[in-house]
């Protein structure tokens, strides 16, 4: 993995108030900011219940076994290395892109740090949905994964083919002026139990299924 100086996010443009008027209706409102935030492990999250459908049903059963644990004392070190695109989807359809291009972030696995995208100035308008695009998942584990018993150190890669698509609903009206942080738990002391340590990588379905998204 390419080691970098920063643990910020790279910075994306804010769109301008011209591109904003193509958007329509939106604009009638007015505008406000949009602020993108992630995090590998947000220790103040509740613990996580496997989503509903027959994805949900096989994971709950892995849930209850090595996920369930707390990790408080064993939470992986190290890093994580991800490239995605992310856009808000409002009421009426209309897509609001919040990156331009690849957004690129390095954050460490103990939910320490995080990574925040400057704000995007956006339609004020609610807002029902978040779409994930995620093009890499790299990890470097330096300590504190253990598998199955077995303690695991090295690369972690979430097997990604073609870009991965996550979408979570969401309730977020923003008004004119206003502004909303958008936080991304990654949620990686769980997906890393689902680890294949011969192989070193996570199944993606894993991967999406672990995200938590809420407005804050």
């Known amino acids: 993995m390419t080691n970098r100086s920063t643990l910020w996010v790279k910075t994306v443009t804010a769109l301008t108030l011209g591109a904003l008027a193509g958007c329509g209706s939106l604009t009638a409102g007015g505008i406000g900011e949009a602020v993108v935030i992630v995090s590998a492990e947000d220790d103040a999250n509740p613990a996580f219940s496997a989503p509903a459908g027959a994805w949900g049903a096989g994971l709950a059963g892995f849930v209850d076994g090595p996920m369930k644990d707390d990790h408080d004392d064993d939470d992986p070190e190290g890093e994580l290395e991800l490239e995605m695109f992310a856009s808000l989807v409002a009421a009426d359809g209309t897509v609001e892109p919040l990156t331009n291009g690849v957004l690129e972030i390095e954050i460490d696995l103990e939910g320490v ?103 804050r």
């Open 113 to 215: 740090e995080q990574d925040e995208s400057l704000p995007r100035t956006i339609p004020a308008a609610p807002y029902t949905e978040l779409r994930l695009t995620f093009v890499s998942i790299e990890a470097e584990v330096d300590a504190g994964l253990v598998v199955n018993g077995v303690p695991f150190t090295g690369p972690v890669e979430v097997e990604i083919e073609d870009p991965l698509d996550v979408t979570r609903s969401l309730d977020l009206e923003l008004p004119d002026e206003g502004r909303a942080e958008i936080f991304i738990d990654l949620n990686v002391t769980q997906w890393l139990q689902a680890l294949d340590p011969v192989a070193g990588t996570v199944d993606p379905q894993v991967f999406a299924q672990l995200i938590d998204v809420r407005v």
